[in-house]
């Protein structure tokens, strides 16, 4: 599959609950439950992991209450990176996630499975600051 960004700079394509990554193993949904109330402290039920990925139109999205894809939509813009109020971006900081940051938060060393799993899907600040 290659690579689908969103408009914060997830990868469609890494996540688990990426609606074809779901189809292909639904069992993971249980496993992305766990992983996700473990390293970012919420936790979304089994059944209701499955998403069409922000960048689909008229999607079904597991965060619908997201403020970065109707931002950026209403802006004419495909990712963050393009926005000139990138800097200093409220929407935007709350959904960066810099694996340094939470195992620093955590205090201890996050598995590389677990990283694979569970954070590098969502890992976009760097991406987005390559994409500047």
């Not at 890494?14 to 949904?29: G, S, V």
């Not at 999607?59 to 109707?70: K, M, N």
């Not at 709350?94 to 939470?102: I, S, T």
């Amino acid at each position: 599959m290659e690579s689908i960004l969103t408009r914060c700079g997830y990868r469609c394509d890494l996540c688990l609950a990426y609606k074809p990554n779901i189809e292909a193993q639904p069992e993971n949904r249980q496993v992305l439950s766990d992983g996700w109330h473990t390293y970012f402290g919420f936790r979304i039920p089994p059944e209701a992991l499955c998403c069409d990925g922000c960048m689909a139109e008229n999607p079904h999205l597991i965060d619908s209450a997201c403020p970065v894809r109707p931002c950026a939509i209403a802006r004419g813009l495909e990712h963050c990176a393009q926005c000139s109020d990138y800097e200093g971006c409220e929407k935007l900081a709350e959904r960066l996630v810099v694996f340094e940051e939470l195992q620093a938060r955590r205090g201890i060393a996050i598995p590389e499975e677990d990283r694979t799993r569970f954070i590098l899907p969502y890992e976009n600040k760097r991406r987005l600051e390559v994409l500047r």
